[in-house]
């Protein structure tokens, strides 16, 4: 019996209860009793994990991946749309998880790569992959789509109420009915926005606000690396002209979703991307964009493939999460002054969360988690706390405005985000023949009154670092040199 019972408090404790908060106690360990031979009472689930709610690839073969590209709660229920990496994939698709945890692949699910997911609010449906679904929970397909890669679905400028715009990961940009369904492609965007031949095209997110729609591209391989080529974009389509925003890959578009609630606040737009020397957010408001830099919590995500997805979210009422290259942050919905600030980050981590929202009471992260180099594909959903991010991991990361770059004299960098950082250290090379001094100056308030914080002057091909003291931080940094030069400016955070 002794025997039994230490099997049985290990059992328990390799579970791991759940938080407070995230599902019933009852069901949150793999209780003791069940070594006894009794059965749990529920799904079993380890720290906000069901294993039952695992969407997996059937057998072998072409399935190269598994991913849950978008969530959404409607009609009573938590939809799923998975994704696999190449249209061959099969066996999975629509999902629908109950309040009692189960899950089945909705009969009208079609495989393919979807990652798209909008309420449309005048006709009380949502679009998720190739289905629109109502209020009562049924599910029609567009037929013209099914086999397309789609990656986003946005309001439509000019009739709203009766159609939308879809997104595809090679650029092809549709206009549907909502009614009959019909499909109607408006544009190839890699033609129209001179994408470079040699690049696979690999847009993401996009969105509709202030009249216009924002499309993002994130292509971006070795040549982006070394200046070769600018292959990845952000784009925006006014109904009469596309714009070139930026030539760097950009990943997700989003803002407020209701744009009837968002234009109390300016339908703001947020964009996500990067370069080499850091992540980018694009934010457009009033009319006008603005540009911040970001450190990268990890290098793994320099890639087209490894950046599934990135999401910016309304998690909760009026509080927006954004996931960037391994860093959730906090992102205040809300400009005034039209600035940016506010922006915290909450965690770094090694999860892949294409998609996030809360349900019932829970946070639900997906997954992109296993494919075929592996094992058989699979990817599942974990459910928790909003607050346990925070326990994640404590935020770390690098950056900077500048990486072996060709500065202009008396042109302040873009702000680099400080705040929420524990250690903060700053390095300087000066790569020019010729003496430089590089102003520092910080913003700890947020709207735009810059301080100076020190002057470092260096020598032709010199080297310094700055350790900033313990405690001290502010929203932005920014560097000004005073003469024309090559330079790298990078902070590290630990």
């Known amino acids: 019996m002794k025997v039994k019972a230490a099997v049985a408090i290990l059992v328990f404790m390799m579970s791991g209860c759940l938080a407070e908060g995230q599902v019933d106690s009852e069901q949150s360990c793999l209780a003791a009793g069940e070594v006894e031979g009794r059965k749990p009472d529920g799904p079993v689930h380890i720290k906000g994990v069901f294993p039952n709610l695992t969407v997996m690839a059937p057998g072998i073969g072409s399935n190269s991946e598994t991913g849950i590209g978008a969530l959404i709660p409607w009609a009573d229920k938590l939809w799923a749309i998975g994704y696999v990496s190449h249209i061959r994939g099969t066996g999975i698709g629509l999902y629908e998880i109950s309040e009692d945890m189960t899950m089945r692949l909705h009969p009208a699910s079609v495989t393919g790569t979807f990652a798209n997911r909008m309420v449309h609010w005048e006709s009380g449906q949502v679009f998720i992959g190739p289905h629109v679904i109502d209020a009562l929970g049924n599910v029609r397909t567009i037929e013209t789509l099914r086999s397309h890669r789609l990656t986003a679905t946005m309001r439509h400028l000019t009739d709203p109420a009766n159609k939308v715009y879809f997104l595809t990961m090679e650029g092809a940009f549709f206009e549907v009915d909502i009614e009959t369904l019909r499909a109607k492609m408006l544009f190839d965007l890699v033609h129209r926005l001179e994408i470079p031949a040699d690049a696979t095209p690999h847009f993401k997110g996009a969105h509709t606000a202030q009249g216009r729609v924002v499309v993002a591209n994130n292509t971006y391989e070795e040549p982006e690396f070394l200046g070769q080529r600018q292959a990845g974009l952000l784009a925006e389509w006014s109904g009469d002209e596309w714009t070139v925003v930026e030539r760097n890959p950009f990943v997700e578009v989003s803002g407020k979703q209701n744009p009837r609630v968002g234009s109390r606040y300016g339908n703001t737009v947020f964009a996500t991307g990067w370069c080499r020397s850091s992540v980018i957010l694009r934010v457009l408001h009033d009319g006008k964009w603005s540009r911040y830099l970001l450190p990268k ?117 873009d702000p680099f985000l400080m705040t929420g950082f524990d250690k903060k250290v700053l390095h300087l090379a000066n790569e020019s023949d010729h003496a430089v001094g590089f102003t520092v100056e910080v913003d700890f308030l947020g709207n735009g009154s810059w301080k100076e914080y020190t002057v470092f002057k260096l020598p032709p091909n010199g080297y310094h670092h700055h350790e900033f003291p313990d405690g001290f931080s502010a929203h932005w940094a920014r560097i000004t040199a005073d003469r024309d030069c090559t330079a790298t400016v990078y902070f590290i955070y630990n």
Request: charged share 20%; hydrophobic share 35%; net charge negative.
């Open 297 to 413: 919590g990890s290098h793994s995500f320099d890639h087209t493939w490894n950046t599934e997805w990135m999401r910016i979210r309304e998690a909760q009422t009026e509080r927006y999460l954004m996931d960037v290259h391994g860093i959730f942050y906090e992102l205040p919905p809300l400009l005034y002054g039209g600035r940016a600030w506010g922006i915290r980050p909450i965690c770094s981590h090694l999860r892949i969360v294409p998609d996030f929202c809360y349900w019932r009471g829970l946070f639900v992260m997906a997954g992109d988690q296993t494919d075929n180099a592996v094992g058989q594909p699979q990817s599942g959903l974990w459910f928790g706390n909003i607050d346990e991010l925070w326990n994640m991991g404590k935020p770390s990361g690098w950056g900077g405005p500048w990486w072996q770059s060709q500065v202009r004299a008396d042109q302040p960098s």
